[in-house]
């Protein structure tokens, strides 16, 4: 039996549907289902039992909770607010219990009815996410106290849906490292718009609509965390497997933002007598900058307190939203897809039910535009920095950000054009995404912000803009005059205020090198990377998109090491046809223009599943069903990806390699499928079929494996993962799972030797081949060719230039004697090679 509960008449009236009330807010129920009632007396009293939550100031809107929860908005005729308390004398106070029939307010209907728009009186429930308006009376007179409403918890709903199979459960683990932070809850809620299913994220105790981007970053979820999905409806089995697979494929294969690990501030307490001309912060987007003070103090933005009517506040506050989102949008097509990421978040929070619910909810009970939205954004703002994680508390500023744009919206004003000198090293309390995007980046030399975190949007920016930046400096920051010469020094977090000349010259002199660098590694990007004695290191890209290819192509890659397949098709339900996929990689060839592609074939299962290739549940999936292993099982998909990747022209561009190889027998069973499509396709000349070497069994039978297979390249990342037994999506061992520990260098190293045996090209396609660090110890095992992100290519060009092979075999030796990956680390720093990038010029 589903439950049901009542709510009496507040009024002695006459009641009428609500779509029949003078004003679209309540006519089309945008805060709630409920009743209209026409009063003929001039007492409002209790619907229910329960408290009364709030009494409006002025009077004309009351709201109480009933004992059960249901949230009732009582608000005396229409556009009320502007009597400004006149007519009404409150009876009641918020916080107060009531019983059914209590008087709450009295007031006079003549004056309401010459003075406002109208004397109906609007009946609301306002949490219909927890209710739902099963029945009411219309079109009769009521009494105060006759039933008015029925009502059906979403609960029961549930329950009632459950009984004819309609509600679906099921856990997720999410693995990104930053948790269901703004980005994520964006993509989740835009995946949740789409269904028709009502769906939650419940996380501990705590439940939050999956349409709702705020709600879902309140429940503080961190990566490493299992939340459970849950959709009541129709199509509830299939809604929750939709966002399974947004949180599995979607989010927790994002990048990690690009800011750098929080530090914790040594900031000088008030007792200690520091001088000015220092200020120690945190790292936020690396680099040198020496330039003038140039201080952003923001005014506030004036809101008016005086509420024109229901209709006119919710007008106003729709157009606002209306103008921000389309400016957002405008910067978002002309931004970087960094800017682009966040831009979207912004604009899912703009269109958050629950914030723009309570902002309209308070417009009801008689707030101005301004105040409603201030006090819907700031009511969030508040939850995010109480859950005592860091990277949401820094979410927070987005939802400040909007705030602040909202209302200068609303007030009419434009964001006032801040004209920089140049070199301007901006100084502010904090800093929001949109006004670090408003400003011109080619004058910014530098950011420091006397509060703000490490991993906030704006650090995130300043670093993909290339502006370096120091984050929670302290309010002393906000001391220094405009105009005074500073020193930012991103990578150290410093501030230095006012420097002695020598300091000047110091940081010029480095600023100098840095920019000097910085030319010669572009210039000779394009060039074929050779050490200094000779010897030939290919640097090439690894890829996932044809977008990726294009930029591999044009900051100097030779090639694509590792063409990410299952990345082309992430977001499909079904297995892409031959034709498709080989209309894609013959899109990644071209845009390679003729250089070498490594096609990886289908990596899925462990942390790459695919919605399309259901496998089977498994206890441990990093050890079960994955890599080649799936290719195998599935040996038609095989098949089919194989046909693909030998239809691209011309042929031989794209050779083939097989992921999570372990044994012999996996090779020569895809070898097999390999020749036969060849034939089959009438190719000229044998397949080149590679292996990636990410398993211990296949580093230390490296020997046994080049003697079949045609090159060997070694996934760092995987190598990592098997050799240290540390799960590489397990946040808690992030800090320790590092590929320079010497067990893994001697995998690699058993690798090489093996490759070269047979005179097989070895190269590294895991993160590794990126790391700078790694770069001379990886050359001093044996490894010939590098494959890393596209944006590393000219810096490791430029390395590789510098290195010679015995320095190198030196290295390795002692790198792989070492007892940590710690050890190997300071080793390389000890050394003196340039294995950090330059200082940002
Ligand atoms: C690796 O494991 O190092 C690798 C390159 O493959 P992926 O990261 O795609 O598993
Ligand atoms: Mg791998």
Known sequence: MTQTLTLFSPLDGWAAPLAETPDAVFAERMLGDGVAIDPTGALLCAPCDGVVLSVHHTGHAVSVRSVSGVEVLMHIGLETVGLSGEGFEVLAAAGQPVRVGDAL??????????????????????????????????????????????????????????????????QVAVTHGHGLHARPAAVLANAAKGLTAVTHVEFGERRASARSPVAVMSLGVRGGDVVTLSAVGEDAVAAVEVLARVIEDQINAMPAAVAPEPEVPSQPTGAQVVPLTTLKGVRAAPGLAIGAAVRLDEPEIEVSLVA????????????????????????????????????????????????VEAAREAICRGDSAGVAWRGAMQAHVAVLEGLGDQRLAERADDLKDLERQVLLALSGEAAAERALPDNAILLAEDLLPSQLIGLDAARIAGICLARGGPTSHVAIL?????????????????????????????????????????????????????????????????????????????????????????????????????????FLFLDRQAAPSEDEQAREYQAVAEALAGRPVIVRTLDAGGDKPLAYLPLPPEDNPALGLRGVRVGLWRPDLLKTQLRAILRT?????????????????????????????????????????????????AAVTADLLAAEADFLSIGTNDLSQYALAMDRTNAELAGQIDALHPAVLRLIGHAAAG????????????????????????????????????????????????????ACHDLADRAINQVSAEAVRALTLATDLPLQSGAQP
Do not use: W, Y
């Open 105 to 170: 307010v009295r007031f006079d209907m003549d004056i309401i009815a010459r003075r406002a728009k109208s004397l109906i009186t609007p009946v609301i429930v306002t949490n219909g996410d927890a209710f739902f308006v099963s029945t009411h009376v219309e079109g009769r007179a009521v009494r105060v106290g006759d039933p008015l409403m029925t009502l059906t918890p979403m609960s029961a709903m549930a329950a009632a849906e459950a009984a004819a199979g309609g509600e679906a459960r099921r």
């Open 308 to 355: 024109s009517g229901v209709t006119e506040e919710t007008e106003a506050l729709e157009a606002a939203i209306a103008a921000v989102r389309g400016q957002i949008a405008e910067r978002a097509r002309a931004g970087s897809a960094d800017q682009r990421a966040i831009l979207d978040a912004h604009l899912a929070f703009l269109e958050d039910p629950e914030l």
């Open 462 to 566: 300043a670093s993909t803009l290339n502006i370096p930046a120091v984050v929670a400096a302290g309010p002393r920051v906000m001391a220094v005059q405009d105009g005074a010469l500073l020193i930012l020094d991103g990578d150290a977090g410093l501030l230095q205020v006012a420097p002695r000349p020598a300091e000047i010259e110091a940081a010029q002199s480095r600023l100098a090198q840095a920019r000097a660098r910085k030319r010669t590694v572009q210039a000779a990007a394009h060039e074929a990377a050779r050490t200094a004695d000779g010897v030939r290191i290919e640097v090439f890209a690894n890829v996932a998109s044809v977008a990726e290819a294009r930029a591999a192509a044009a900051t100097g890659a030779e090639g694509c090491g590792l063409l990410r397949t299952e």
């Open 649 to 697: 022209a011309p042929e031989g561009q794209c050779r083939i390699m097989l992921p999570m190889v372990a044994s012999l027998s996996e090779l020569r069973a895809a070898r097999a499928l390999a020749d036969g499509a060849a034939a089959e396709l009438g190719c000229a000349s044998r397949p080149q079929v590679g292996i990636m070497v990410e398993t211990p069994a």
């Open 755 to 806: 490759g070269a045996k047979h005179g097989r090209m070895v190269a590294v396609c895991g993160a590794l081949a990126s790391d700078l660090a790694a770069v001379p110890i990886l050359i001093g095992l044996g490894v010939t060719e590098l494959s890393g992100a596209a944006s590393a290519v000219p810096e490791i060009k430029a390395l590789v230039r510098g290195l010679t092979l015995p």
